[in-house]
Nanobody, 125 residues
Framework: QVQLEESGGGLVQAGDSLRLSCAASGRTFIIYTMAWFRQAPGKEREFVAAIRWNDGRTDYADSVKGQFTIFRHNAKNTVYLQMNSLKPEDTAVYYC??????????????????WGQGTQVAVSS
């Protein structure tokens, strides 16, 4: 099994930055890709960004390109989401996901096998 633990959420003001972390533990050797999703109240969980572990290839939702950056620290088995110029519409619970497959362009939540519990991000105007 693989366990994922997110951290770094909080309440910030519009225009601020925040960095989320997701630490993987357990059978991490089976993981090839990790991703961030988010879910706002009353909405579906949506893809934010993904990264491939071995070569760092990334993919982003159009809504966050140029604003968010996903990167990883291999030795720590940790993936990060750097979020800049935050807007109230970025308010959501952010979830970390992981999978054994190589494709970083999987946008559906149902295509990812392992999930963290989520961390709340709230952006005030």
């Amino acid at each position: 099994q693989v366990q994922l633990e997110e951290s770094g959420g909080g309440l910030v003001q519009a225009g601020d930055s925040l960095r989320l972390s997701c630490a993987a533990s357990g059978r991490t050797f089976i993981i090839y890709t990790m991703a961030w999703f988010r879910q706002a109240p009353g909405k579906e969980r949506e893809f934010v960004a993904a990264i491939r572990w071995n070569d760092g290839r990334t993919d982003y939702a159009d809504s966050v390109k140029g604003q968010f950056t996903i990167f990883r620290h291999n030795a720590k088995n940790t993936v990060y989401l750097q979020m800049n110029s935050l807007k109230p519409e970025d308010t959501a619970v952010y979830y970390c996901a992981a999978d054994t497959r190589l494709d970083v362009s999987r946008r559906s939540r149902w295509e990812w096998a392992y999930w963290g519990q989520g961390t709340q991000v709230a952006v005030s105007s």
